[in-house]
């Protein structure tokens, strides 16, 4: 499944700067993530890199995108391969 900012999110930038597919943006008032490109950096990293550097331990599963670790690298190869294209 894709991550999600609640509202516990204090704007600090902090997992913009670290998300590889660069699916996190600013929102008003808080980032939000955008589940089309959140692989929970598989294909990246063994961990998300946004939970790891959150300050408020604000970015959880979304139960609205629920995807398996399959899915999740066929959107890391599609994302891949966009950037190469």
Known sequence: ?????TDECIA???CREECPTEAIEE?????IIDPDRCTECVGFYDEPA???VCPVECIVPDPDNMETI???KLKYE???KEKED
Do not use: F, N, T, W
């Open 1 to 5: 499944m894709s991550l999600m900012i």
């Open 12 to 14: 600090c930038d902090a």
């Open 27 to 31: 929102g008003d008032p808080i980032y």
């Open 50 to 52: 946004c939970i790891a």
């Open 70 to 72: 399959a899915e999740l």
């Open 78 to 80: 599609q994302i891949v």
